[in-house]
């Protein structure tokens, strides 16, 4: 059956303007990403910051548009809709930042900010509204209290609750989570992911959940795709991925998290060397400047995506063998 979401070679190339004489260069942020989320699924997308990850998910949102590729919502391609076709498909993709504060209109009133969206897409009555605002206030676990409310008069983790309870004002049906817990405490972290999977079950949500923080990605995700400058190298279920990484990348991020068993004798891998800069990319495995494991073929050739199980597939030429 087709997935809730896919997308398919998904690229986003920047142009950068170099000077009068020279040629235009391309920043190549997303080169070619292809992943899939299932209906009421968590797919985790992790990466260390500017590999690329937030402007996959704002590209599949056509917040930027993409420079090519394709995504189907539903089996239809969403990159190809006219922008008044595309407004029906938005209100069921919806969109969390990492910093609620920055995109909630502080003159604005909780219940006002929360009633917006649905005034704009033209839903209920101004009292139907009024209590579907008091619902999710309610579903977040703020009230009607807080209706009244500036965004000032919260906390951050508060603030980040009013940016779920937006978010869900359209029900939608899949949305994308951009760092939605990186800048709260780890108490408060882990409450609101708790909220978060609450909601994902009540609304029958998918996620696209984008974080550096891979212990947060493995406690949401049901499977997690590793991307290294614009390119997604690893996919995997989450215990796949934690229990036999396969991309030297992949290995060396779980390595340096911190040890659950001080007893495993697993050596943390250092990586040398800066990420390259995506303005130009290394030649062939876009890993092969920092990876341990590197060969003459990673210089030249990029590797194909390989299938290591149904639900496993890694790019590198160290699995050749098994294509
Ligand atoms: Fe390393 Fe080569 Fe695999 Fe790239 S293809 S990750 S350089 S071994
Ligand atoms: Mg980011």
């Known amino acids: ?39 009421g699924e968590t797919f985790g997308l992790v990466g260390e910051s500017g590999c690329g990850k937030s402007t996959l998910g704002r590209t599949l949102l056509r917040l930027v548009e993409p420079t090519d590729g394709a995504c189907f919502y539903r089996g239809e391609n969403i990159f190809e809709k006219s922008p008044s ?12 930042f990492q910093d609620p504060y920055s995109s909630l209109n502080p003159k604005m009133r909780v219940g006002d900010i929360l009633e917006e969206a649905m005034k704009i897409h033209g839903i209920g009555t101004r009292r139907t509204r009024t209590d579907r605002v008091i619902e999710l206030l309610e579903t977040v676990g703020l009230s009607s209290e ?51 999977k609450r909601i994902r079950r009540e609304f029958d949500l998918s996620y696209l959940f984008i974080s550096h923080d891979l212990g947060v990605v493995k406690y949401i995700s049901d499977r997690i795709g590793v991307m290294y400058l614009g390119n997604l190298v690893e996919v995997a279920t989450a215990e796949e991925l934690f229990e036999s990484p396969k991309h030297p990348y992949t290995q060396a991020l779980i ?69």
């Open 255 to 323: 390595s340096a998290l911190p040890k659950t068993n001080p007893r495993t004798k697993k050596e943390r891998i250092k990586l040398t060397g800066e990420v390259p800069s995506p303005l130009s990319p290394p030649s062939g495995c876009c890993f092969h400047t920092r990876c341990p494991h590197a060969t003459e073929i990673c210089r030249t050739t990029v590797p194909a995506s390989r299938t290591i199980s149904d639900t496993h597939k890694v790019a590198c030429h160290l699995y050749e063998g098994r294509a």
């Open 146 to 196: 807080h209706y009244f409310r500036f965004p000032h008069e919260f906390s951050g983790g508060q603030r980040q609750r009013i940016g779920l309870a937006r978010a869900l004002s359209l029900s939608p049906k899949v949305v994308i989570c951009d760092e939605t817990v990186s800048a709260l405490d780890v108490s408060i972290q882990a409450q609101v992911l708790n909220l978060m």
């Open 1 to 39: 059956p087709e997935p809730l979401l896919r997308a398919v070679e998904v690229r986003q190339h920047f142009p950068v303007r170099r000077g009068f004489f020279k040629p235009t260069a391309y920043v190549k942020a997303v080169n070619g990403v292809s992943f899939e989320i299932a209906e």
């Open 85 to 96: 076709e595309f407004a029906r498909f938005r209100r069921e993709l919806q969109m969390v």
